[in-house]
């Protein structure tokens, strides 16, 4: 059974019980109605730095109207109980009204994170280092590259230094390499030079071979790069 594309415009599938903990939405709210999932990648087009929970639980409620006595359906949030988006006579509609809601909601929120990182953290507006584990095993590091997705996302990094430390070094029989579009010159506080090969010493440690203009290669460490160029 295939998942519903929220972000193609389908309705989410309906379930009468939520699986963790099991209840039922008249359980939980004392009203009849069915459960529902949203996913972390709703909706589309949020940078990848942006992370919300795996699987958001909302439960649609069929109720009574307190003014006019008729029913309609309310979509509320499982954990917080807030209601989300507008209560209306069919509940397709109600569903369509919430998943609306969240979206703006959480784009709002993509907003405010990268605002906050430029004008509070002094930060670029998205983390500059992007870890991918492809389905091969291999890392891709990709650095300021121009990538929109990296397959197998990972991790986020502020550094080349710590994406090495905290998990390329910490996975030694990994292989890894450069994303094709990422800066091509490592810069160290010492030297500086344009990367010719990526390999792991002896030690299991990731590292570059620069070429200096005078054709002479040496080998740093990942962990010792200032920044890529």
């Not at 792991?200 to 160029?229: C, M, P, W, Y």
Request: with cysteine; aromatic share 6%; proline share 8%.
């Amino acid at each position: 059974m295939t998942t519903p594309d929220l972000n193609a415009g389908e309705l989410p599938r309906l379930t009468r019980t939520r699986p963790d903990p099991q209840h039922t939405v008249r359980e939980l709210f004392g009203h009849d109605g069915q459960f529902f999932t949203v996913p972390d990648s709703f909706p589309g087009g949020l940078p990848d730095h942006i992370t919300f929970a795996a699987v958001a639980y909302y439960a649609v409620l069929r109720a009574p109207n307190l003014d006019t006595g008729e029913d309609e359906f309310t979509v509320r949030d499982v954990d917080g109980r807030r209601t989300i988006g507008e209560p209306a006579p069919e509940q397709d509609t109600s569903i369509r009204s919430a998943l609306s809601a969240l979206a703006e909601r959480r784009r709002a929120h993509a907003q405010q994170v990268e605002h906050n990182r430029v004008h509070v953290l002094g930060l670029d507006p998205v983390p500059p280092v992007r870890i991918g584990h492809t389905i091969t095993g291999t890392c891709t590091v990709h650095i300021r590259c121009s990538c929109p997705q990296v397959e197998g996302l990972a991790a986020h990094y502020e550094n080349v230094p710590l994406a090495a430390a905290d998990w390329l070094d910490a996975n030694p029989a990994t292989t890894w390499e450069l994303c094709p579009t990422s800066p091509a010159r490592v810069i160290t506080p010492s030297v500086s030079g344009r990367i010719s090969a990526t390999f792991r010493n002896a030690d299991g440690a990731a590292g570059v071979e620069i070429q200096h203009l005078n054709g002479h290669r040496e080998v740093v460490a990942l962990t010792r790069a200032s920044d890529l160029a």
